[in-house]
């Protein structure tokens, strides 16, 4: 219930790709869903965010497409570059006074030149 | 600006050792503050987080403890180190009643 299941393990996409990362998540409870962006040896850092109000989330390349009904969000990254290689984590909170993320296991994401 | 603060970046001790991971976070008051660990590869499991000073809510039973001594300092400890102990480290705060996340640099231990 408390689990978020993240897809692919890893991905190697040509510069100018458009990589799709996603997860699915079981507990309704969950009211927000952010993504997270990890370089190697670096704490994560939060990309792009949604709830479940709104259906798609668009900052930059990066975009956020979400099925309520479903229980599943995606990341897309448009015109992907080098400097996008990382790790990518989505995770999910519920309005509770912890406010703690469950994280999904990570995508390594690399752009080949 | 809001800033946290993390050490040390590395750390390699013996087992059995005792250990003491620090976290502080500046320009904020009455922060949510989190302790996740990173296996290599894996993803991040939250090991602690806590609401206010004293208060410190467990999330998976471990050799590894938590105290929040102060608003803004997040301390994690262990009497006595195991080899499944290494690992990445990460503090991470939140607003009160925000659920945007903000993590430190991390920790590497290694317990050898």
């Known amino acids: 219930q408390q689990q978020v299941k993240q897809s692919p393990q890893s991905l190697i996409v040509q510069k100018g790709g458009i990589p799709i990362i996603n997860c699915a998540y079981e507990?309704?409870?969950?009211?927000?869903f952010p993504w997270y962006q990890q370089f190697p040896g670096k704490g994560p850092a939060l990309l792009i965010a949604i709830r479940p109000d709104v259906s798609e989330k668009k900052e930059g390349r990066f975009t956020i497409s979400f099925n309520k009904s479903a229980k599943q969000f995606s990341l897309h990254i448009m015109d992907s570059q080098p400097g996008d290689s990382a790790t990518y984590f989505c995770?999910?909170?519920?309005?509770?006074?912890?406010?703690?993320?469950?994280f999904g296991s990570g995508t390594r994401l690399l752009v080949r030149p | 600006s809001q800033t946290i603060h993390q050490w040390p970046a590395t750390l390699v001790q013996p087992v059995g050792s005792p250990l003491s991971l620090e976290c502080t976070v500046e320009g904020t008051s009455n922060p949510n503050l989190y302790w996740y660990r990173q296996a290599a590869g894996r993803g991040l499991q939250l090991l602690f987080y806590?609401?206010?000073?004293?208060?410190i809510s467990s999330e998976v039973p471990q050799n590894l403890s938590a105290s929040r001594p102060q608003d803004r300092q997040f301390i994690l400890s262990s009497k006595k180190l195991l080899l499944s102990d290494s690992g990445f480290y990460l503090c991470a705060w939140t607003v009160q009643g925000n659920t945007e996340a903000f993590f430190g640099q991390g920790t590497r231990l290694t317990v050898v």
């Open positions: 507990n309704t409870a969950f009211d927000y």
């Open positions: 806590s609401v206010g000073i004293g208060q």
């Open positions: 995770a999910a909170s519920m309005r509770d006074s912890s406010y703690k993320l469950i």
